[in-house]
């Protein structure tokens, strides 16, 4: 069972930031890592950021050093703090329970259960 719920989305100017939240649900025997994932309208979705059981996290090349991962397995918890903002970091954002690991973590077949409503993120310039 995998339910999720994504919060903190807004409309932003280039160069600001933004803190995502996320509440995840999942049974731990089946997931590996927790991943922030996003879809920009007319592109496919895309792995952003993930962490793994061990600690261990990922990072698209295109948010390395500007977006930071981190989660609270007390509260469920999982957020991504974006900052630079670009306009092409306008996407619905969305959290999701792994079945891998930090190496593959990033793929979205990996996505264990169905994707939440995401939360909107946009950057204008």
């Known amino acids: 069972q995998v339910r999720v719920q994504e919060s903190g989305g807004d409309s932003v100017q280039a160069g600001g930031s933004l803190k995502l939240s996320c509440t995840l649900y999942v049974d731990t025997y089946i997931s590996y890592g927790m991943a922030w994932f996003r879809q920009a309208p007319g592109k496919e979705r895309e792995g952003v950021a993930c962490?793994?059981?061990?600690?261990?996290?990922n990072y698209a090349d295109s948010v390395k050093g500007r977006f930071s991962i981190s989660n609270d397995n007390a509260k469920n918890a999982l957020y991504l703090q974006m900052n630079n903002l670009k306009p092409e970091d306008t996407a619905m954002y969305y959290c999701?329970?792994?079945?891998?690991?930090?190496?593959?973590?990033?793929?979205?077949?990996?996505?264990?259960?169905?994707w939440g409503q995401g939360t909107q993120v946009i950057v204008s310039s």
């Open positions: 999701a329970a792994s079945k891998y690991g930090v190496d593959y973590c990033l793929e979205s077949e990996g996505r264990i259960g169905s």
């Open positions: 962490v793994d059981s061990d600690g261990r996290i």
